[in-house]
């Protein structure tokens, strides 16, 4: 009886999925904690403090509930697309007998993967920056407070411009065009979360279709939401772990965990072309062959093992969560890894770059004008 009331598949799909997303959400709503909270040493930063103690917190409060607005609408509007596109699929599915996201799944899971991978790539890279953007931000809050003059319409009209720059001052790769940076950055803290569940939300709900048809109806619910549920649980955890930590050592456990999952969605996205590509040599059978020989290409195959395929929905066990996190695949090809190691060469090189521009280095006894001056 325990068996056809609860489905192991579909608890790891959905656990699977939902942690996905968890991790970057919390990240987001960690980072906006962070942005807001007053550093121990604030009279070190300008004296203009004690005369705004009063307005501060108010002002604070009014920020983060912007800022979490557009992380909730992001996820909401994502949650809410892919459950009408999946159930749309679904329905055509099981009245049509047409599976049409099947038909192109791994081309799908790649573009998906792909996008997912950008957008974390540059988030991750430029929260490096929110260090000394946080003192910019809070000496230019300061002085706005300061004056004194400003009436309650006044500071509400304040809050919108102010939100602007200061995601803008996080996320923007050191330009100083202010009008480019504002208009491509102070909605990402809305789209990343919008992509991130759209993705995660869809993979789900059409995995959940795929095993379902094999198993009980009794066995989807209960297995669905204990998934769902401990996955917010531990997306939870996250979050309130992140946001007492100190400033820097978030950032810096934020961004390794990000480039950890933007490594392994790029690696993915890899395979799922490559994948894409085989099934549409050798016929869509080939993605229902199991683990064998037939079941993958062998061009560039580097190793294949036979256990620990996170694709197989009915006997992966821990490995979708290990591939979920990290990207992982039973196996290995020359593209694969070559995008795997250049992902993190990209990332290095990058970071290089960065610390070279502020000043803070030399290449190759070359000089940035920040360390000239």
């Given at each position: ?25 919390s990240v ?35 920020l ?13 509007v ?73 009436s309650?319409?006044d ?7 102010r ?7 996080i ?175 990209l990332v ?26």
């Amino acid at each position: 009886m325990a068996k056809s009331l609860f489905s192991v598949p579909i608890f790891l799909i959905c656990f699977r999925e939902v942690l996905e997303a968890a991790i970057i959400l919390s990240v987001l709503l960690a980072l906006v904690e962070q942005i807001v909270k007053r550093d121990s040493d604030r009279d070190a930063l300008d004296p203009v403090h004690t005369s705004s103690e009063g307005t501060q917190p108010e002002y604070d409060n009014k920020l983060v509930k912007r800022m979490r607005l557009q992380i909730f609408s992001g996820t909401f509007v994502g949650l809410f697309i892919s459950v009408c596109i999946g159930a749309t699929f679904l329905a055509i599915y099981y009245t049509q007998l047409n599976d049409i996201y099947g038909n192109s799944e791994e081309l799908w899971e790649g573009i998906f993967s792909i996008v997912a991978c950008c957008m974390i790539f540059i988030m991750g890279i430029t929260m490096m920056r929110m260090d000394r953007a946080k003192v910019k931000w809070r000496l230019q809050l300061s002085k706005a407070f300061d004056q004194g003059c400003l009436s309650n319409s006044d500071q509400d009209k304040l809050i919108k411009p102010r939100k602007i720059d200061l995601i803008k001052s996080i996320f923007a790769l050191g330009t100083e065009n202010e009008d480019s940076s504002t208009r491509s950055s102070k909605y990402l803290l809305f789209f990343l979360p919008t992509a991130t569940v759209l993705r995660e939300g869809l993979e789900a709900v059409v995995f959940i279709g795929g095993v379902s048809l094999g198993q009980p109806a009794s066995s989807i619910p209960i297995a669905a939401v204990t998934g769902i549920g401990l996955g917010m649980i531990i997306g939870y955890v996250i979050y309130s772990s992140s946001a007492r930590l100190n400033l820097s050592i978030f950032l810096i456990v934020s961004t390794i965990a990000l480039m950890y999952i933007g490594a392994g969605l790029i690696t993915k996205a890899t395979w799922y072309f490559i994948m894409h590509r085989y099934i549409q040599a050798v016929g869509g059978d080939a993605a229902e062959a199991g683990d064998g020989p037939g079941s993958f290409p062998v061009d560039g195959l580097l190793w294949h093992l036979d256990y620990g395929n996170p694709e197989n929905k009915l006997a992966a066990g821990g490995w979708t969560i290990f591939s979920g996190v990290l990207g992982w695949n039973n196996t290995g090809t020359i593209a694969t890894v070559l995008i795997y190691i250049a992902f993190w060469l990209l990332v290095s090189i990058t970071l290089v770059y960065m610390k070279w521009k502020e000043g803070r280095c030399t290449i190759f006894n070359f000089s940035s004008q920040a360390r000239k001056r």
